[in-house]
């Protein structure tokens, strides 16, 4: 941990005492502070407007370096391999840059930054990190606060290692019970984004806490951080415990834990919702808004053309293993696309040593190299006017994977792999 200087006499949540190391100083929801960046993570979509922005910034200066090259990450997951001139140009800029200034370039070949930065050993509790992309509040799943910034923004940390934020009030979910069984972590924020809607925690730090927390892995607690966006929070934090620490020591081998980076037993918090989730229900997110969540056996019934099985929220082993074992031995429904896109290279080779890629193929399945694919309208996978589209990404607006005029509703692995056996969007407890 840094030292700040003085210290606080008041209880305070996680993320204010990350704001307060930030800053060199106590802090406390609704200050303004210039804060110290940990890491800085920019991809190929939103990297070429951040460089430009850095040598505008950066004009007058006789040297035009970064403010730290080991506290910037670059990874290509959008459009990769290129599928436009553009984007290639793009991709191509990137490369100069990176290497000009040092910096690490995960290329096209690791997968989707939110997984990368995680598995590769860039995220550590306490840490306060940026990310020209709205998702990055992923990294919170291993208690740090990490949130989502503009291409200009992130011009301006590359020049100087700062940022001025508002410290966040917190939003504390205290999460109850045993989920039932195959009803999971996307079931469970589903829900929570449901009832408190899209604005519920705008500018918040959406904190998720309590005995169903503890018991979740990091794959099931990076999707619940990956989501707190589609809530309008600021951030998605879950407190750094025992299993934070056993997921960090195999990625850093010198990691030691650091259990500060808990909320203090008596922080203010701008309110506290308990949920008890014992009897969930699998949840869906129906057109044309992320917040119309209703139970499974609502939209049972609703037949599909593609299901999207990927994406940082859901494109984990262990989420592409959920379907793959539901399905069993048995084929896609005939008439129906099912793409299944890993979220990185090490999870790809993860699911093919485990023989799960030939499964999914021989079951129909069109298995595709790590990237973003067509959670963000990428350059395959999608949807044409009229067609259905049942995904495990995080959005579900107009347009998202394809055209205006299709429709796409959210899920579960498991709901994804009961619907792709019967064409139709289906209740996972009845296969």
Known sequence: MTEMSGKAEYPMTVSEKIFSKASGKPVKAGDFVLADIDLAMTHDITGPLAIQGFYEIMNKQAEQKVWDPEKIVIVFDHQ??????????????????????GILNYDVYEGVCHQVLPEKGHVRPGNLIVGSDSHTCAYGALGAFSTGIGSTDMAAVFATGKLWFKVPETLRFEIEGKLPDRVY???????????????????????????????????QRMTMSNMAIEMGGKAGIIEADEVTAAYLKERIPAYEPDFYWKSDEDALYSELRHYDVSDLEPQVACPHNVDNVKPVSEVEGTKVDQI???????????????????????????????LVVPASRTEYLKL???????????????????????????????????????ATSNRNFKGREGSAESFVYLSSPATAGASALTGEITDPRKV
Do not use: W
């Open 80 to 101: 990769v391999p290129a599928d436009s001139l553009h984007a290639a140009e793009n991709h191509i800029m990137l490369r100069k840059f990176a290497k000009e200034q």
């Open 185 to 219: 972590s996307k079931d469970l924020i589903l829900h929570l984004i449901g009832d408190i809607g899209v604005e519920g925690a705008r500018y918040m730090a959406a904190e998720f806490s309590g005995s169903t927390l503890r018991k979740l892995p990091i794959s």
């Open 308 to 338: 999207f099985m990927g994406s940082c929220t859901n494109g984990r082993f262990e989420d592409i293993q959920i379907l793959a074992d539901l399905m069993g031995d048995e084929p896609v429904a005939k008439g129906v696309r099912l």
């Open 352 to 390: 093919m040593k485990a023989g799960y890629i030939e499964k999914l193929m021989n079951a129909g399945a069109i298995v595709e190299s790590p990237c973003c694919g067509p959670c963000m309208g990428g350059s395959f996978g999608l949807l044409g006017a009229g067609e259905v589209g049942l």
